[in-house]
């Protein structure tokens, strides 16, 4: 059956929280997107001013995806972050002055300038940083499940894929293998439309949601510009996930900006950005938290300040130490576990308070 | 001490670390009930269970990729790959993942890939690769290549308990021909080279499988005293060893099993050149498999892997010189 994938919900509809979200959860997942988009134009002004190295890379208009999902999940679960998921790592609590200082190659950047843009993840939060060759990270979740299964606990793994990714081996191989011994883990399908300049139809013949099912496991499309919607097939994935079984989550949503920096996106036809710039998904979740009568230009002043905050500090931080280079290739000693992240859902401080 | 067959001792460290630490756990094609390819792990499935002697779905990128995953979170993943040449499937996940870890993130990897490496038995050009200079050039791995049965198992149980990613190549030609003495209980062989034959006039440098067939090559070779340096490990590479043999023999030859070009054997001659020149008496020899796949037939597969006569050959030529 063919699927229509680039159809998400009209910007009119604004579906009410489910039960699971107070108002403070629905302002919260409001001021991670902004966060996410504001630290993303900060930077991309520094690239532009030449103090971001290589290129630079965003999810302008796919805040919604990384936001919901990193919402739903708990302090002991772990995840593994694409490089348009920035919120993931907001929400586990990584100050955006070290996401500045990682755009910027800084000593004080989240990886000291070992790596570049978003390839990264604070391990002392949970996080596993991504590889270049997508969709490796999937393969490494469902190691982390695995694991979890092993030893008996409840918790669970997550990771983002693009829609490219799925025309790998890995794709097939995490799947098959989640299911075969089924693991706590969700793969979170970002579909954006496009793989660098490469469309949907040249990319598949099936829609990915479709294959969950034929590996044995549910998939399950989702408005991936509905941050609530995102937060609420997320939540019910990982319920999945803690009673013995992965999902698939087709987050519909679109690359509104190129590939990267470079990237004019003139492949790109100019109406299917001006369609779904109606579906912002911010100006979705302002409406909403709006209508809760939240003053919103208090909170976007709040967010901006952060971020000039942010970047200040960020801009002093020191370059790293070119004697550093060739340190650290391998451990010494005892490894280092990965911590726990910050999990701000209210129904996880309800489980804490309990 | 008992004696052991080589395969013996790899299931002996991989039993006592198994017993050891419970974070220790086995997976691979093949690897449960029936026991692996080679029987590595035989038994293993009645004492341990399937969780922790797991078979897996037929997917070398996910085995190596899972463990990396299970290891990020605390576990000890020991994974096998049915034969070393089945790596290549798994090479991203190895390289690209495990490899750069640490360096990238702080996150140490503590995974052991056990890859049955080697020729001899007429396997063919994809059960018969030695893969593990791919590895030696790829930043953040350690690769190991035990000789003798006891280092096989001191070797594995130092791998397994390693902070970081280490390509354990053990060479199957040597499963069961291979026997020794091997202490008991679980004892870490350091991953430094070895004397395995001290001499005095030419040493031949060699790991692996190889190191016996070098034995064999310079035991009684024309009355000359040749060393026989068993290198153990290739990452860490043990340089002082290397160069100290090389200041007392002064003449060297270096054996590969592996393809010649860019080998263990290419980099210890490199070494040389920059850091033993002063001590040299005649040229770096190198003996090694040359750059074709290996073939299957007998008569072709001895014609490309290194023998006893090569080696031989390459002694005589060098202590004329």
């Given at each position: 059956?063919?699927?229509d ?14 039960e699971?979200?107070?108002?403070d ?8 997107m ?9 930077a ?16 302008f208009g796919?805040?919604?995806?990384s936001t919901?999902?990193?919402f ?5 679960d772990?995840?593994c972050?694409?490089?348009?998921d ?9 100050e955006?002055?070290?996401?500045l ?7 004080g ?12 993840g604070?391990p002392?939060?949970?996080c596993v940083g991504?590889v270049?060759m997508l969709p490796?990270?999937?393969v ?18 997550l990771?983002w ?9 890995d ?5 098959n293998?989640?299911a075969?011994q ?12 496009y793989?660098?300049?490469t469309?949907?139809?040249l ?5 990915p949601?479709e294959r ?7 998939g ?8 609530e ?6 939540r019910?994935?990982?319920?999945r996930a803690?009673?013995g ?9 679109m690359?509104?900006?190129?590939h990267?920096?470079?990237?004019d996106?003139?492949?790109?036809p100019?109406e ?11 100006d979705r ?11 919103v ?9 952060e971020i ?11 370059m790293?130490d ?12 005892e ?5 726990d ?8 401080q ?5 | ?11 002996d460290?991989?039993?006592?670390e198994?017993?050891?630490d419970?974070r220790v756990?086995v997976?691979g094609?093949?690897?449960g009930?029936?026991?692996g390819a080679?029987?590595v792990?035989d ?13 897996t779905?037929l ?15 605390g576990?000890?993943?020991?994974c ?14 190895l390289v690209n993942?495990a ?5 990238r ?11 049955p490496?080697g020729?001899?038995?007429s396997?063919?050009?994809f059960?018969?690769?030695?893969p ?5 050039h790829?930043?953040?791995i ?6 003798t049965?006891?280092d ?13 990613p280490?390509c354990?190549?053990?060479h199957?030609?040597l499963?069961?021909?291979?026997k020794?003495e091997?202490?008991e ?14 001499g005095?006039?030419l040493?031949?440098?060699a ?6 067939t070098?034995l064999?090559?310079?035991e009684d070779?024309?009355g000359a005293s ?10 860490p ?10 200041a007392?023999?002064?003449k ?7 393809n010649?070009t860019c080998?263990?054997?290419?980099q210890?001659?490199?070494?040389i050149?920059?850091?033993?020149f ?8 190198r003996v ?15 014609a490309?892997?290194p023998?006893?006569d090569?080696i031989?050959e390459?002694?005589?030529e060098l202590?004329a010189?």
């Amino acid at each position: 059956m063919a699927t229509d994938t680039t159809l998400g919900t009209p910007a009119t509809a604004i579906p009410v929280a489910g039960e699971h979200l107070t108002s403070d959860d629905r302002v919260a997942l409001l001021r991670y997107m902004l966060l996410m988009r504001g630290i993303e134009e900060r930077a991309m002004s520094l690239y532009k001013q030449g103090r971001v190295p290589g290129s630079f890379y965003d999810g302008f208009g796919q805040e919604a995806v990384s936001t919901g999902a990193a919402f739903a999940m708990g302090p002991a679960d772990r995840l593994c972050v694409l490089h348009r998921d920035l919120a993931a790592h907001l929400v586990r609590g990584v100050e955006p002055a070290r996401i500045l200082g990682q755009y910027m190659g800084r000593a004080g950047g989240v990886t000291g300038g070992r790596e570049g843009n978003v390839h990264f993840g604070d391990p002392r939060l949970g996080c596993v940083g991504m590889v270049s060759m997508l969709p490796d990270m999937m393969v490494v979740a469902t190691g982390m499940a695995m694991a979890f299964r092993l030893r008996g606990e409840a918790r669970c793994a997550l990771t983002w894929v693009g829609d490219g990714a799925t025309s790998r081996g890995d794709f097939h191989e995490a799947m098959n293998w989640a299911a075969v011994q089924r693991l706590p883990v969700i793969f979170v399908l970002e579909n954006n439309q496009y793989a660098y300049s490469t469309p949907l139809d040249l990319q598949f013949a099936v829609d990915p949601v479709e294959r969950a099912r034929g590996y044995g496991f549910p998939g399950e499309r989702v408005d991936g510009n509905d941050v609530e919607a995102m937060f609420e097939a997320t939540r019910r994935a990982r319920e999945r996930a803690l009673a013995g079984g992965p999902t698939l989550i087709e987050a519909v949503t679109m690359r509104m900006h190129g590939h990267a920096a470079h990237d004019d996106m003139r492949y790109v036809p100019h109406e299917l950005i001006e369609k779904w710039r109606e579906r912002d998904p911010i100006d979705r979740q302002e409406k909403r938290v709006r209508a809760l009568g939240v003053d919103v230009d208090a909170l976007r002043a709040r967010v901006s300040a952060e971020i000039e905050q942010a970047a200040k500090s960020a801009l002093a931080m020191d370059m790293p130490d070119p004697a550093d280079a060739s340190r650290g290739v391998f451990c010494e000693g005892e490894p280092e576990p990965l911590g726990d992240g910050h999990a701000p859902w209210s129904g996880f401080q309800e489980a804490r308070d309990a | 001490m008992p004696e052991m067959t080589y395969l013996q001792a790899i299931s002996d460290g991989l039993r006592e670390e198994m017993r050891a630490d419970e974070r220790v756990f086995v997976m691979g094609e093949d690897v449960g009930a029936f026991g692996g390819a080679f029987k590595v792990t035989d038994g293993f499935f009645e004492e341990f269970g399937g969780d922790r002697v797991m078979d897996t779905p037929l997917a070398e990128s996910a085995i190596v990729g899972t463990a990396v995953g299970a290891a990020v979170v605390g576990m000890r993943p020991v994974c096998e790959m049915q034969f070393s040449d089945f790596i290549s499937c798994g090479f991203d996940q190895l390289v690209n993942v495990a490899g750069k870890m640490h360096y990238r993130q702080g996150l140490a990897v503590p995974i052991t890939v056990r890859l049955p490496t080697g020729g001899g038995f007429s396997g063919g050009p994809f059960h018969s690769q030695n893969p593990e200079a791919w590895f030696m050039h790829a930043p953040g791995i350690k690769v190991l290549a035990p000789a003798t049965a006891e280092d096989a198992k001191g070797l594995l149980i130092s791998a397994i308990r390693d902070p970081n990613p280490v390509c354990f190549c053990e060479h199957k030609h040597l499963y069961r021909r291979i026997k020794g003495e091997v202490p008991e209980g679980a004892y870490e062989t350091p991953m430094r080279a070895r004397v395995a034959r001290g001499g005095a006039d030419l040493v031949v440098i060699a790991y692996g499988a190889m190191v016996w067939t070098a034995l064999e090559a310079t035991e009684d070779l024309d009355g000359a005293s040749i060393e026989v340096l068993d290198l153990r490990s290739l990452v860490p590479l043990d340089a002082d060893a290397i160069l100290d043999s090389v200041a007392r023999c002064s003449k060297v030859v270096i054996v590969d099993e592996a393809n010649a070009t860019c080998a263990a054997g290419a980099q210890v001659a490199a070494l040389i050149a920059q850091r033993g020149f002063e001590h040299l008496d005649g040229p770096v020899v190198r003996v090694a498999t040359p750059d074709v796949p290996i073939p299957f037939s007998p008569p072709l597969e001895r014609a490309v892997l290194p023998q006893v006569d090569d080696i031989k050959e390459a002694c005589r030529e060098l202590l004329a010189y």
